[in-house]
């Protein structure tokens, strides 16, 4: 019998569907004098960096948050973006601070990540909000793998007891994934570019992320009838479009469910960015609950 073609899990209106919600409480926040702000740090002319970037703050925008942007030469000198930092860090009118990554070299990114306040960390990336969600007790989590836990939320893809295999150990993806993946009851496997038998792994998968930055590394022989398949990698082909991790022509006449590259992870990674805000002020003024 022929399989029937992958649900495609639409990333783009999903996130739609998360910013409209967000705005009703942005809203109330500014009614009550704290109207959310983000503040994106940038160093250097990256042009990935740049339209992540317009992204973001046309996303905040659109919720009606307050969003600022700093944008500090390629031969900055670290002590410049910590001071810029350690100053946002003491405005009121700042509720979450995002250093856009890579950062060039000569600028310690561990270094800058940590000066970030925990408080005002909306990536999630600092050691403090990476312990939270560790501990299963999270405040920040990273965006990327809070918006792909959303997109498996709303496609109602089981998650207990079934086995997910994440391709990728990064901490910004993921190592924080495998985290609520595991928190959602999967069992687990982290591969990474040192694993052996990683088709195989991959096949036993009933849900697979693919997070390897590796352009489409996941065939259709990597993945299991019926499985679930993220695709997390952003490429810009020869052609000028935008290919993911997934082959995901080949792999959609197998899976069950896929995540579309452009309109999957990638919105969604921008709506958490926005809910991160809006919760980081709720915190800030002592609101515990929407
Ligand atoms: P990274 O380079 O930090 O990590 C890549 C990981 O994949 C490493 O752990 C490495 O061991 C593993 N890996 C690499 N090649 C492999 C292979 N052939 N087999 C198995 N494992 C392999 O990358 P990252 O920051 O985690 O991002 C991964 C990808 O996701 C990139 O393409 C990036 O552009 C994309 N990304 C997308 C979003 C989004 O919003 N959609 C957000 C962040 C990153």
Redesign the pocket.
Known sequence: MQHMAAKIIDGKALAAQVRATLKPAVEALAARGARPGLAAVVVGDNPASHIYLRNKVRACEETGVRSELHELPADVAEAAVLERIAALNGDARVHGILVQLPLPRGVNAERVLAAVSPAKDVDGFHAHNLGLLLRGTPRFVPC?PAGIMRLLEHAAVPLAGRHAVV????S???KPLALLLLQNDATVTI???K?AH?AALARQADVLVA????PR?VGADMVKPGACVVD????RGGDGKLVG?VDAAAVAQRAGWITPVPGG??PM?VAMLVANTVRATELAIGQTAR
């Not at 391709?167 to 990064?170: D, E």
């Not at 997070?211 to 590796?214: D, I, L, M, P, R």
């Not at 997390?232 to 490429?235: A, F, N, P, Y």
Request: a negative charge.
């Open positions: 990327t391709i990728g150990r990064s910004i993806v993921g591969c990474h570019s694993t990683l997070a390897a930055g590796e590394l997390v990698g952003i490429h991790d992870v990638g990674t």
